[in-house]
């Protein structure tokens, strides 16, 4: 059988396409252009066939003439008769084409035909002798021509690129990826049925905003040419839909296309859709009842049980745990926050417990410190941890009976944050006071940035927002859960990527290329001239002065690695967690504070050098297992730094001497 084969390189593809271009050359000098064709009678699916005629026996005919149309996955060619796979939109059925039934010149039409191309076929259904239901064709149409050949499948990283990069070719190579985006559209189908049968009014809300608010996330600036001014795009939907609460629409929400301007990782994407809603007359309690009811349904609707898998782990729906920050740091690592009769008491027990302090170490922010160093990575089955200090809740509604901490809550699962609920803040003097003071502190922090305070929304405010439970929570986040995806890029069609001929970062771009038809074919390459580096504003530390002896030295392993993958950690601007292969055959994790300098994807598939025989260091509640090595220096002022990477003909566990 001709399967799907992938190229076995760029000149093998290039013929490839040739060979198909020219067969579409022949098709139209003899008046037989697929690309005129502008319809087809399509009237059965190849699902809807196998369903209904389950119970044909072998050898029987089932009385039914249908037209299919789809792409041709496979042609096996035997003289007078030849068998054809058909994909259609619900899967694929074969196809029996025989010359004496189908006509000379038609099967001598057929035997032209590529994989990938597009058919038409009218026949009859039957089930052969082996038992496989077909449709023997009478007859058969080129509907559009495949100029490139299909690949068979995608494996490795360089073609795990490629299925993002061109998800079209995805979806037809890998039929089960088309299950995930539909499965995408059946969550969001449920979550809108869910929030409008409880009364709330689904709103869109403007993704152009006027300024750069407060906010932490850096967004994306574009143009008002009309108007002659910058506008950003929101990197939330809450200020709008709070406003309309205000106008009266007690129970709103948005699924919106959010947008920051930040770094890439298996969770984040630069551009993600998040649901936010609101509801009048309630508080972060009832958003919680909320958030269980809802992930139970989808959880039965979509996967059918309220145990669903998710990378390893049986993730049970039915049972959500409910903790304050104070019992979930008592419950996983002993300690009470209640102990702590001031922020040096908070400052002994993150010494003694290894916890690395904050910037600001106060008792709410240590006990944060501890929930990232003790809890996150213990919360596999859904719970949610409510009571966050004010310390990082800086906008959200203190508590009346306790204000050292806020009515906030994030509820996790596999140890992952999945959504953030508030009780929301409706004091306009409070809500001024607070904006005024984020955006002077990230004036203080980028000197440059142009945020400004929303005080239209605090004028809404003044007119009076009632008590408003809201909850926002990433889609893309919710639908890896559910179908069982490992990286946000597996349930975004089209995820944001780096071309593939963009600069490395500090690279001079190449000089512009000679165009070719000024080149001789036949002249010998010019050998390549490499850019002389400017060395003279570069300061290096002294070297060190104190002598090591050589025994000492050699105890240090240092060893080749493989960066398998990379990701951001959490709540850590700096650090990036890498997962290498360092020979042993077991995976070993190490964390760089290197974010700055780059993006995780880019790293990935490198080899790098790292010293591997450290004892195990926790950072951010994460063991880092060695450290990877990295050239630093200063210049004009500014750190640089370069991760010390090699040959990848290097294997991995190679050591260094």
């Known amino acids: 059988m001709e399967e799907i084969k992938n190229g076995t390189g760029a000149a093998a593809d290039s013929e490839q396409v040739l060979v198909r271009r020219q067969k579409l050359a022949d098709l139209r000098a003899a008046g037989s252009d697929p690309f005129e064709i502008t319809k087809f009678p399509q009237d059965a699916y190849s699902a809807d066939l196998k369903a209904e005629f389950a119970d044909l026996p072998n050898e029987t005919d089932a009385g039914r003439t249908v037209a299919l149309a789809g792409r041709m996955m496979s042609k096996r060619v035997m003289g007078k008769a030849s068998f054809a796979h058909l994909r259609d939109d619900k899967g694929d059925i074969q196809l029996y084409v025989r010359r004496d039934e189908l006509g000379e010149e038609a099967y001598a039409a057929f035997k032209k035909l590529d994989v990938g191309d597009i058919i038409g076929v009218k026949g009859e259904v039957f089930r052969t002798k082996t038992g496989e239901l ?9 509907l559009a021509k495949s100029l490139r050949p299909l690949p068979e499948k995608f494996h490795g990283l360089t073609d795990t690129e490629m299925r993002y990069r061109q998800r079209y070719v995805d979806l037809i190579a890998n039929p089960e990826v088309k299950d995930t985006f539909v499965k995408r559209s059946q969550i969001l189908r449920e979550i809108r049925a869910y929030l409008d049968e409880r009364g709330f ?13 407060g906010a932490s996330a850096r967004p994306f600036i574009t143009h008002h040419n009309t108007l002659n001014m910058d506008m950003v795009l929101r990197i939330e939907t809450e200020l709008y839909l709070k406003r ?12 919106g296309r959010i947008f920051r301007n930040e770094g890439m990782d298996p ?5 993600f859709t ?15 009842d909320l958030v269980e009811e809802l992930y139970k349904r989808l959880a039965q609707k979509i996967c059918g049980s309220l145990v669903i898998p998710y990378q390893g782990n049986q993730i049970d729906m039915s049972h959500w745990e409910r903790l304050t920050m104070v019992e979930a ?27 690395d302090l904050p910037e600001v170490p106060t008792r709410g922010s240590i006990l944060a410190a501890f929930f990232d160093a003790f ?3 213990k919360l596999i089955q859904p719970t949610f941890i409510y009571d966050y200090p004010v310390e990082i809740s800086p906008l959200a509604k203190r508590k009346p009976s306790e204000p050292a901490f806020t009515e906030r809550f994030e509820y996790f699962i596999n140890c992952t944050e999945f959504g953030n609920a508030f009780s929301e803040l409706n004091d306009p003097i409070d809500q001024k006071e607070r904006f005024e003071r984020q955006v002077a502190e990230r004036k203080s922090l980028e000197p440059g940035c142009k945020a400004q305070v929303d005080y239209d929304y605090v004028n809404a405010l003044e007119y009076g927002l009632p008590p408003t439970g809201g909850l926002g929570f990433g889609f893309d986040r919710l639908v890896m859960l559910l179908t069982d995806s490992a990286s946000i890029r597996d349930v975004l069609l089209f995820p944001t990527m780096k071309p593939l001929d963009a600069p490395k970062k500090e690279e001079a771009p190449a000089a512009e290329a000679a165009p070719a038809e000024t080149a001789s074919a036949a002249a010998p390459a010019a050998p390549v001239q490499a850019e002389p580096i400017d060395f003279s504003k570069v300061e290096i530390e002294p070297l060190f002065q104190d002598l090591v002896d050589f025994e000492t030295f050699s105890k240090s392993d240092f060893r080749a690695v493989k960066i398998k993958e990379c990701s951001a950690v959490p709540k850590s601007k700096k650090l990036l967690q890498f997962v290498l292969d360092d020979g042993s055959g077991v995976d070993r994790v190490i964390l760089s504070g290197i974010h700055a300098y780059y993006e995780p994807e880019e790293l990935v598939g490198k080899t790098c050098i790292a010293i591997t025989n450290l004892p195990a260091r926790k950072m951010m509640g994460i063991d880092s297992c060695g450290m990877l090595i990295s050239a630093v220096h200063h210049e004009e002022g500014q750190e640089r730094l370069h991760l010390l990477m090699v040959d990848d003909h290097i294997p991995a566990g190679a050591k260094l001497y």
């Open 329 to 355: 740091v008592k419950k996983y690592s002993g300690v009470d926050y209640y102990d702590w009769k001031s922020d040096s008491d908070a400052i002994v027990a993150a010494r003694a417990h290894n916890v």
């Open 274 to 288: 998040s649901v936010e809603l609101y509801q009048a007359f309630t508080d972060y309690h009832g958003m919680m």
């Open 201 to 213: 009014l689904e709103v869109d809300t403007p993704i152009l905003t006027p300024f750069e608010i």
């Open 375 to 377: 809890v996150e990575d």
């Open 244 to 255: 309309l609460v205000v106008g009266g629409i007690d129970r709103v929400y948005e699924v």
């Open 267 to 271: 969770k984040h994407n630069p551009e």
């Open 134 to 142: 077909s449709v023997r064709a009478l007859e058969l149409t080129l």
